[in-house]
Every structure is written in C-alpha cells, then in structure tokens.
C-alpha cells in the first residue's frame, strides 16, 4: 500500500511538473510570436493556458492587448471586460479598455473607464492622459482644460502634459494660457514642432 501511495504521488508530481512547464512554454511563444508581429498566433498560443487556473486573469488581458495590436478592437473590448468582470478593482483591465475604445473612437466609453481607474488610482498618470484624449474626442474643452491642469499639478516635468493642457487652452480661445502651455512644453521638450508652431503664430 505504502509503495503504491508513493507511486501515484510521483505520478501527480510529474504531471504537475509537465503541466507547468507546457503552461510556462505556451507564455514564452505567445511573447515570441507577438516580437514578430505575429497577433494571432501569439493569441492562439495562450490555448494551452487554463481557462480557470491561476493564470486565468492574466489571460484575458493579454488576449485583449493582442486584440488590440490586431486592430479587432470590438474583441478586445469584450476580453477586457471580462477581466473588469472577474476582477472590479483592477487598474489594469480599466486603462486596458480605454485603448480599443479611444482607438475605435468611443469616447465616452473611454471616459467613463478613465474614470473609474482613477476611482481606483487617483492620480494615475496614464488614467489621467487617457481621460484627456477622450474629452478631447467628445470636444469637451472644459472639462479637457480640468483634467489636463491636474495631469500637470501631478507630473509637472511631463511635456506631454503640457500639450494637451495648451490645445485646450487654444480650443477655449484663451489664448494667454495656451502661449504659456506650449512654453512649458518647450522648456521640457525642447523643438517641440507643435508648441514652435503655435507660439510662431501667436507672440
């Protein structure tokens, strides 16, 4: 009994160890793949990841960002959120969404999941930029102005920050406040051509 208890745990331990090692081979390929170019096979390579092991959530982002990459924006919308669904507080799946639908130029959609990442993460500098870029789509130069001035308050050595901040100061006509964006920009960004431009125009 002892020897054969012995034996059906070796054989559990071996097919564990077979399990994890074609689990760790299906990442690295599906990494592989994606350095080439290669969306779709890299997506198909993540079959041998189990849908509900512990690698599950990781998964299902992975394959939206494929999606994304391959331009299947509807499909990686839906994988994203999935992974909203299984998991609420996550700041990645929220930042993730915004990609497929700021590309598929659903704004207030990207928005809306902006927002709730920085619910989760107030601050968050990629949350922040995101909401930028979708209140600039939905052409809503107030609240663009609002949040650009707290992405700058919160990274102000970011000249990216500043352009944005610029462009809705310009789109408000406040013509003053976006001269002196676009000269922050260029302290930090130094031959910025859309900051030169508009300063060339309006000094």
Same mark, same amino acid.
């Given at each position: ?106 704004? +207030? %959609? /990207?928005?809306?999941?902006? !927002? *709730? @990442? &920085?619910?989760?993460? #107030?601050?968050?500098?990629? $949350? ?47 013509? +003053? %406040? /976006?001269?002196?964006?676009? !000269? *922050? @920009? &260029?302290?930090?960004? #130094?031959?910025?051509?859309? $900051? ?8």
């Amino acid at each position: 009994m002892k020897i054969l208890a012995i034996l059906i745990i070796a054989v559990t331990i071996s097919c564990s160890s077979t399990s994890v090692f074609a689990e760790n081979a299906a990442w690295q390929n599906s990494y592989q793949l994606e350095t080439t170019g290669k969306y779709t096979d890299a997506i198909t390579a993540l079959k041998q990841i189990p849908a509900n092991g512990p690698d599950a959530e990781f998964k299902t982002l992975r394959r939206g960002w494929l999606f994304y990459s391959l331009g299947r924006y509807d499909e990686s919308i839906k994988e994203y959120r999935f992974a909203i669904e299984r998991n609420s507080k996550s700041i990645d799946s929220r930042l993730g969404i915004t990609l497929p639908l700021l590309a598929a130029k659903r704004w +207030r %959609e /990207a928005s809306q999941n902006a !927002r *709730a @990442a &920085l619910a989760l993460s #107030p601050n968050n500098y990629t $949350a922040l930029l995101r909401q930028v870029l979708a209140l600039e789509g939905m052409k809503n130069w107030n609240e663009m102005s609002r949040f650009a001035s707290t992405l700058v308050k919160s990274y102000p050595t970011d000249a990216t920050a500043y352009i944005y901040l610029a462009r809705a100061k310009a789109w408000q006509n406040k013509t +003053r %406040e /976006a001269v002196a964006a676009y !000269r *922050a @920009a &260029l302290v930090r960004y #130094p031959g910025h051509l859309e $900051a030169k431009a508009y300063l060339k125009k309006n000094q």
